[in-house]
């Protein structure tokens, strides 16, 4: 059983920064492919960015494509979520998830993702 925790968002101003993190314990960190999603409220939840368990593919919505950027550290079981320029339709609760199928495909679908965590708060003032 995999464990995923998120962190580091916050309130922040549109144009500013966050970087969100994701820490996984319980699992082989690099045998997972990661997966941020987002969910505002009164929408549905949507893929952000993925990355392969190497972290040598990455994959971004095209509403963040230029503007976010996804990583990992396997030897500290940490992936990061780096948002710039961020914008308020960019506000959401942001989810991590891994894919335990595999650690080279990257999915952009929520509902073939193993694992999630409880999600992290993203507030932007216009």
């Known amino acids: 059983q995999v464990q995923l925790v998120e962190s580091g968002g916050g309130l922040v101003q549109a144009g500013g920064s966050l970087r969100l993190s994701c820490a996984a314990s319980g699992g082989t960190f690099s045998n997972y492919a990661m997966g941020w999603f987002r969910q505002a409220p009164g929408k549905e939840r949507e893929f952000v960015a993925a990355?392969?368990?190497?972290?040598?593919?990455?994959a971004y919505a095209d509403a963040v494509k230029g503007r976010f950027t996804i990583s990992r550290d396997n030897a500290k079981n940490t992936a990061w979520l780096q948002m710039n320029s961020l914008k308020p339709e960019d506000a959401a609760v942001y989810y991590c998830?891994?894919?335990?199928?595999?650690?080279?495909?990257?999915?952009?679908?929520?509902?073939?993702?193993?694992?999630w965590g409880q999600g992290t708060q993203v507030t932007v003032s216009s």
């Open positions: 998830a891994a894919d335990r199928k595999s650690s080279t495909v990257i999915l952009t679908r929520g509902p073939l993702y193993d694992y």
């Open positions: 990355i392969s368990g190497g972290g040598g593919r990455t």
